[in-house]
């Protein structure tokens, strides 16, 4: 009789899983189903059975729906989520259901349209068809020469392809098989290279520790050939006919090239990608695949480090290093240490790759807890490491940003027909507009930030809100109408550089010129062909491309980022200066790295340019741990925002209270407003706690959520828990 009560997880911002009667459906665990809660149906995932309800058997509602021809979530997904609900203090409920693909958050059955591929039947000849049939004729000749089309390569041959098969087939001529798009393969094979010693080492390194929990730490700098030593891996591991293997990627822009390499090395070996660039279709069939296991290989983004997997062999990280495996809002997770967890769970090992690791990664690493496996050679025959300088501005003039000595690089690669990268961090025209008269600087009336310039669309605009206005006539403060853009962004640099240069061909790539679809693709495409001398881009040409014709690399203006008070903006900026760097001279042209900066001397530099990570990572570890910040402390953040900021307040001083009674080696600091105060128009409060023991600072965490979900002010403030938060 109470084996009929199933623990639903559903939806909604509550810490508990709810108990409904089975209604005659044979449910597993991981079945999605139909309730009702509240008003409304509702999509849930069955968690379990349960003897006993809190509610009594006679209030219970059975469930309306159950799924049952949809294969259920494997249970290591939800093991992971609990895991990650604990952790970051989540609602277990809402974190494993956005997880989810949306069309699986849908009251309707799941389903992403079939695709056919066909071909002729054995014996059919085409005399059968009539010869004015001119595209049954069409497509007969071109199946004989394939042997078997898709749909997309048939409807490539004639807009009424599909009326001509439907004739086909009834006049028995074709076969058609289902095929799941997301596994195509390329049809072009790239051939393998024979591996340098390290990679070799590498490779053999971690295939002799399969199936086993093991970290490595790949740490090799960029064209070091790490791509190469995960594919070798891949290929080695899934030799026999079953496994899978996770492939995480920071960004979305790096997949598809990750992707077309992998399919050319490992044709043989189904993949998917998993974005938030693909249809929902899409999204649901690539996710079902690797549930299914048909898809042996899966390259994903963040999110996709929650995809069933059931025959998981090895995890990879790659640019393990990069914020953006940190999740900003909801479940505050950090997908490089979910892939821990959830290599742990597998016990199978994980590989994080990158030039530039995390400090904690570094640390672990040092510690002796990760094994380290090294590449210190460009892989290419004669490619070299680029030569870093740095131009000392406080002595050399700048004109609109630029000095001398960087123009005259510029020039003589333009003379040579090779590219330069122009690297600034900052996208519009100028970061500021500034009034000569009083110096009043135009603010964004919603967050604590200037608005950008952007010229050629005359406006003003809030990078952090998205807020716009038209760019001012005159100072509100004092009636000035001499207003000036001061300060470099990617749209004066190219203005500039064309009055300089007039015969450069430019290309601008930030994110104002890529919006367009396809956009950065026909860009990189442009400078591959060689259609561009100058780029000018802010870090989303740092990561990855491989340009073999760029033989200089200037770096504008990233002093700001050297006196932040961000306790990570000297790492970020050191392994963003390397990775840049790593995009001059990646083939046997050699390359050059030029870096304007009024500090010439300031060890990060030092470090930068004797390309040595490790002697950066060490001391920016001794500081650390003089700080007693991360990774020697664990440090958490609970953020608050309102309207009103006395609410913040209110709230923020009974968490400090809460915090501090409870008994504890946690430091629990004053709460205190972050730097950007306000944002998006709410008034913003935060506060710190740190650690020594990250068992302490979770203990006290799950004390003080449970209070605080409990206290009034809990709906009138939003608030989130952050654990191990990248900036504080
Ligand atoms: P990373 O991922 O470290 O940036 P890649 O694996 O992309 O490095 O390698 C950089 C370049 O060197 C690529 O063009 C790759 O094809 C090439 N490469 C890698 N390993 C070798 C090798 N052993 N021999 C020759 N070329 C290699
Ligand atoms: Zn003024
Ligand atoms: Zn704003």
Same mark, same amino acid.
């Given at each position: 009789m109470s084996a009929h009560i199933l623990k639903i997880a559903l939806?909604?911002?509550?810490d508990s899983q709810f108990d409904y009667l089975d209604g005659g459906f044979d449910v597993a665990v991981g079945q999605r189903v139909i309730v009702s809660f509240g008003r409304r149906r509702q999509i849930g995932l069955v968690v379990g059975r349960t003897q006993?309800?809190?509610?009594p058997q006679d209030k219970l509602k059975p469930i309306e729906?159950?799924?049952?021809e949809e294969p259920a979530i494997d249970k290591s997904v939800f093991k992971l989520m609990k895991f990650c609900a604990d952790y970051y203090h989540y609602p277990f409920g809402q974190a494993i259901l956005s997880a989810l693909p949306s069309r699986l958050r849908q009251t309707e059955p799941a389903t992403s349209r079939k695709q056919f591929a066909y071909a002729l039947k054995p014996?059919?000849?085409?005399?059968?068809?009539?010869?004015?049939?001119v595209v049954q004729h069409r497509i007969f000749t071109a199946l004989e020469t394939h042997g078997e089309l898709s749909e997309t390569a048939l409807a490539a041959l004639s807009p009424s392809w599909r009326k001509a098969v439907l004739d086909m087939q009834a006049a028995h001529l074709l076969q058609s098989r289902e095929i799941l798009a997301g596994l195509k393969s390329q049809v072009q094979q790239l051939h393998a290279p024979a591996l340098n010693q390290e990679q070799a080492h590498a490779v053999e390194e971690i295939v002799q520790h399969a199936g086993q929990f093991k970290t490595w730490l790949l740490h090799g700098?960029? +064209?070091?050939?790490k791509t190469e030593v995960y594919i070798q891996i891949i290929e080695r591991l899934l030799l026999d006919n079953h496994g899978q293997i996770l492939v995480l990627v920071p960004e979305i822009n790096l997949t598809p090239q990750l992707e077309s390499r992998f399919r050319g090395r490992l044709p043989h070996l189904p993949l998917v990608s998993l974005h938030s660039h693909l249809s929902e279709g899409e999204r649901l069939q690539n996710w079902r695949l690797a549930q299914s296991g048909q898809a042996r290989i899966v390259i994903g983004t963040r999110?996709?480090?929650? #995809?069933?997997?059931?025959?998981?062999?090895l995890i990879i990280v790659d640019e393990?290093?990069?914020?953006?495996?940190?999740?900003?809002?909801?479940?505050?997770?950090h997908a490089r240490d979910v892939a821990m967890v959830r290599a742990q769970h597998h016990d199978v090992p994980i590989v994080l790759g990158s030039a530039t690791p995390a400090l904690e990664t570094w640390h672990n690493a040092q510690t002796g807890k990760y094994e380290v496996l090294a590449? #210190?050679?460009?892989?290419?025959?004669?490619?070299a490491l680029p030569q870093i300088r740095c131009i000392d501005t406080t002595r050399n003039m700048l004109q609109d940003g630029l000095s001398q000595i960087l123009i005259e690089a510029m020039r003589e690669r333009l003379a040579r027909g090779e590219q330069s990268l122009l690297f600034i961090n900052r996208r519009g025209y100028s970061p500021v507009l500034l009034c000569s008269a009083c110096h009043w600087i135009a603010p964004c009336l919603r967050c604590s930030a200037r608005l950008v310039v952007h010229l050629r669309q005359k406006r003003l605009r809030c990078h952090h809100c998205g807020h716009e206005q038209k760019i001012?006539?005159?100072?509100?403060?004092?009636?000035? #109408?001499?207003?000036h853009p001061t300060g470099q962004g990617t749209q004066r640099l190219e203005n500039t550089l064309a009055a300089l240069m007039p015969e450069a061909r430019i290309l601008r790539v930030d994110r104002d010129s890529t919006q367009r679809k396809n956009a950065l693709h026909d860009m990189l495409a442009a400078v591959h062909a060689d259609e561009v001398d100058i780029l000018v881009g802010t870090q989303?040409?740092?990561? +990855?491309h491989d340009f073999p014709n760029l033989t200089l690399v200037g770096v504008i203006d990233t002093d700001s980022a050297l006196f932040?008070?961000?306790?990570r903006a000297a790492e970020r900026l050191f392994s963003q200066l390397m990775q840049v760097a790593g995009?001059? +001279?990646?083939?046997?042209k050699s390359g050059e790295v030029l870096i304007q900066t009024a500090?010439?001397?300031?060890v990060l530099f030092n470090a930068l340019r004797a390309q040595d990570y490790p002697a950066f990572a060490n001391s920016l570890l001794q500081e650390r741990e003089l700080m007693q910040f991360p990774p020697y402390r664990y440090i958490a953040l609970l953020k608050a925002e309102a309207n009103d900021f006395a609410l913040v307040q209110r709230f923020l001083r009974y968490a400090t209270d809460t915090a501090r009674a409870y008994p504890s080696n946690v430091m629990v600091y004053d709460p205190v407003r972050p730097q950007?105060?306000?944002?998006k128009g709410m008034e913003r409060g935060q506060l710190l706690m740190q650690a020594s023991s990250r068992q302490s600072l979770q203990k006290l965490l799950k004390t003080l959520v449970a209070s605080l979900r409990a206290h009034p002010l809990n709906t009138k403030v939003r608030w989130a828990v952050d654990v191990d938060p990248l900036e504080v």
């Open positions: 939806d909604v911002p509550l006993a309800s809190d509610i729906h159950a799924f049952m014996g059919a000849s085409i005399d059968s068809i009539p010869s004015r049939k700098i960029t +064209g070091s050939g999110l996709s480090v929650f #995809t069933p997997m059931a025959d998981m062999k393990e290093h990069d914020a953006s495996y940190k999740q900003q809002d909801s479940m505050r997770y590449l #210190t050679n460009r892989a290419v025959d004669k490619a001012l006539p005159a100072c509100p403060s004092c009636g000035n #109408t001499d207003l989303m040409l740092a990561k +990855g932040s008070p961000d306790f995009r001059a +001279g990646r083939s046997e500090f010439p001397d300031h950007m105060e306000r944002l």
